[in-house]
């Protein structure tokens, strides 16, 4: 049997959802189980020199434009004409439901939702149609137990709605046992875009706090994303008195470097589905403190292997870095077991088995799996 076409459809945003998407067109290049297609949905900020890296890799990729819903589908529909996929897998919101109708439009004989964060913008008039596109779906995937749970209580299908927890390149992070973290920077990183579901607000107060405490730990934020959003945050942080002790990194290409070394990977969040950035922070060796919210709640147990503070407290922050900065042996036995659980349990390798599996029993032809539902 000749390997399976496979479209990704997903946003141009280079959200984690769009990570995950290029994980996976790259995972099955290298395996050869599918023949994959990636698709961008370009948006207003979509980074010229991030679509350049991705020819210059050799990537197979197309973008559709985002300025209409029309539009989208349209291009994207026409695509799948093109390319003739047997399972198009359609990332993130409102990516799904633009994938979807285009893939039933075109024909795609399996369709895949993945939903990509726990808290979604559903107007009545969305949710009624990502039911009804439900209803035509092979499967729904959310990228961790607790968006599983949330796309059950949104009324999806349960006998074709699962869990496929998100994974990372591990190989980034082989020397962080080289790395003593006693040896490193006392120092605190946030990687992650500036868009309204980080909340780098949180963290920055949480280290105004700090500095009123005796302690000025240096801050290096590491993202792009939306100007405003920046924009606010750093003038939040002058009016804190914290201009030179934060440092705004914009988009970095050495993030694993970044984060070994450090002491602290911090993940100050309103919502996630299962956040790559805390991920690595773990892989890294880091003491990671994250945002009680789903999805960060699977990654740390607290007091064990970080610490888990109310979403949107800063005082609650601010006295959790406080304990690591402090007490560095304790922090360092919160370290080691974050990445061992990393290591363990949140793999590339692990996460794109489990999506090539599905893919590939998506795609045989004679399979009630493959059958689109009635």
């Known amino acids: 049997m000749t390997a399976p076409r496979v479209l990704h459809f997903v946003s141009g945003g280079f959200s984690g959802a769009t990570q995950v998407a290029i994980d996976l067109v790259r995972a099955a290049r290298q395996s050869g189980r599918s023949e994959p297609l990636l698709v961008l949905r370009r948006k207003r ?12 890799e050799g990537l197979p990729f197309e973008t559709v434009p985002g300025w209409a819903h029309v539009a989208t589908v349209t291009r994207l529909a026409q695509l799948c004409r093109r390319f003739r996929p047997q399972v198009l897998v359609a990332h993130g919101f409102p990516e799904h439901l633009d994938g979807r109708v285009a893939g039933l439009l075109a024909g795609v004989p399996a369709l895949v939702h993945v939903e990509h964060n726990s808290r979604e913008r559903y107007t009545p008039w969305r949710a009624a149609l990502a039911r009804w596109l439900a209803r035509r779906t092979a499967r729904i995937v959310g990228c961790s137990e607790g968006v599983k749970v949330r796309l059950l209580e949104l009324g999806f299908p349960a006998e074709r709605t699962i869990a496929i927890p998100n994974g990372i390149r591990l190989e980034p992070f082989a020397d962080a046992d080289a790395h003593p973290w006693g040896e490193r920077s ?21 280290v105004a706090l700090l500095a009123a405490r005796g302690l000025r730990p240096p801050v290096q934020l590491a993202g ?150 009635a």
Do not use: W
């Open 224 to 373: 792009a994303g939306n100007a405003r959003y920046r924009r606010a945050a750093e003038v939040l942080a002058a009016e804190r008195g914290l201009g030179e002790q934060i440092r705004f990194l914009g988009f970095c290409k050495h993030v694993p470097e970044l984060l070994m070394s450090q002491r602290i990977c911090v993940l100050s969040t309103h919502y996630e589905g299962m956040p790559l950035a805390l991920v690595e922070g773990m892989a890294a060796g880091c003491a990671v403190v994250g945002s009680d919210v789903v999805g960060v709640r699977e990654l740390i147990d607290d007091g064990r292997n970080g610490r888990l503070v109310a979403a949107g407290n800063a005082q609650a922050l601010a006295d959790a870095l406080e304990a690591l900065l402090r007490t560095p042996d304790a922090a360092a036995a919160l370290a080691r077991a974050a990445r061992s659980d990393a290591l363990a349990r949140h793999s590339l390798e692990l996460m794109t088995q489990r999506y090539e599996d599905m893919i590939v029993e998506l795609a045989q032809p004679h399979s009630a799996a493959s059958r689109t539902p």
């Open 45 to 56: 900020h979509t980074d010229a020199l991030r679509l350049a890296q991705l020819a210059q």
């Open 186 to 206: 006392a120092g605190i990183v946030m990687s992650a875009r500036f868009a309204r579901q980080k909340d780098h607000r949180t963290l920055i107060e949480a």
